[in-house]
């Protein structure tokens, strides 16, 4: 758990973090929405403690983050940024290795972890731990850059805005690399974004931040239906939210049980944003639902995706 307790910062006379609060539960996808220039960046930095802060305290696991010492601190919490910092000299394994170095982990034992976590991105062990950075694509960096921040598999992993720079396949392939290893090791992630495709796609929880405060807090679902605010619902789609609402909503949150239709029918998992696809490409207004099994559950219409 990650807790931020009436946190605030200046720089000079300015307030970037403005006596925030914030409790981030254990192996939560917690993702820190906002537009650029509002603090998010900065937030993660105090918790790692790259930047000071005037205010308040950050516990992380019940620790003060002031207590610990900085080095120590950053060796448990995986950094993961836009700009790799891959080390350019370095091989591909070396960069890995670093901080399984620095806590004078045996040879073999780096070794084994270089290779798993290339594995784990997805990575060829053969054909890349030999590489150097230059020798990679912005997608491949990026993926060695996840891989970096994991490899002393640390409880906790901060990731500002690590895709930002990425053409929108490559980027949509490493969000699912993220998302599944999440899942997997069911370590908390705080991730950094201002795409609120981005943060729909990843979160489990969304932090809304507005001029260094916290606008709102929520599921993404929580955040769609309910905006706080007209800068929150502004920044979460003005018109356009009825389409993000689409794509979190499932099929079964609409179903008409019972009810029956002709045609190919869609699995009740389905967002209604896939639904609505579907009834537009197969020009029908009505379609049988099924579960995950196969057994009909019931029919959607094209007025049930909207209303
Ligand atoms: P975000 O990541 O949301 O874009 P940042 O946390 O990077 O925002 O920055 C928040 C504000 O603090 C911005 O106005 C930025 O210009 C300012 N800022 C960030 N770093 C520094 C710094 N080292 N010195 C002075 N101002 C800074
Ligand atoms: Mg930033």
């Known amino acids: ?68 010492p900085p080095e120590i601190l950053r060796r448990r919490i995986g950094y993961a940024i836009q700009a790799t910092g891959l080390f350019p000299h370095w091989r591909v394994e070396d960069n890995i290795a670093t901080v399984p170095r620095l806590l004078g982990w045996p040879r073999r034992r780096v070794r084994d972890r270089v290779e798993e976590l290339l594995q784990l991105l997805r990575l060829d062990p053969e054909t890349y731990r030999r590489k150097y950075p230059h020798q990679l694509s912005g997608g491949e960096q990026q993926r060695v850059g996840v891989a970096r921040a994991l490899a002393a598999d640390p409880d906790l992993l901060l990731m500002d805005e690590p895709f930002g720079a990425l053409d929108p396949v490559t980027r949509l392939a490493l969000q699912g690399e993220v998302l599944r290893i999440q899942q997997q090791t ?22 809304i931040v507005e001029r260094g405060r916290l606008a709102q807090w929520g599921t993404p679902l929580d955040i769609l239906e309910n905006p706080a605010s007209a800068f929150v619902a502004e920044f979460v789609g003005g018109e356009g939210i009825g389409l993000h609402l689409l794509a979190l909503r499932k099929v079964a949150d609409r179903l008409r049980p019972d009810e029956t239709a002709d045609g190919e029918p869609l699995p009740s998992e389905t967002s209604l944003r896939d639904a609505l696809a579907a009834m537009t490409r197969r020009r029908t207004d009505r379609l049988p639902v099924v579960d995950a099994a196969g057994r009909p559950l019931g029919a959607i219409t094209l007025g049930d995706l909207v209303r």
């Open 186 to 207: 069911k370590k908390t992630v705080i991730f950094v974004t201002h795409d609120i495709e981005e943060a729909l796609r990843l979160a489990s929880v969304i932090a």
């Open 1 to 68: 758990m990650i807790e931020i307790d009436r946190v605030s910062k200046a720089y000079d006379t300015r307030v970037v973090v403005d006596d925030l609060s914030l409790s981030v539960p254990e192996g939560a996808f917690c993702v820190l929405l906002g537009p650029s220039g509002c603090g998010k960046s900065t937030i993660l930095r105090m918790i790692n403690r790259l930047a000071p802060f005037d205010a308040g305290v950050i516990r992380v696991g019940g620790e003060d983050v002031r207590e610990v």
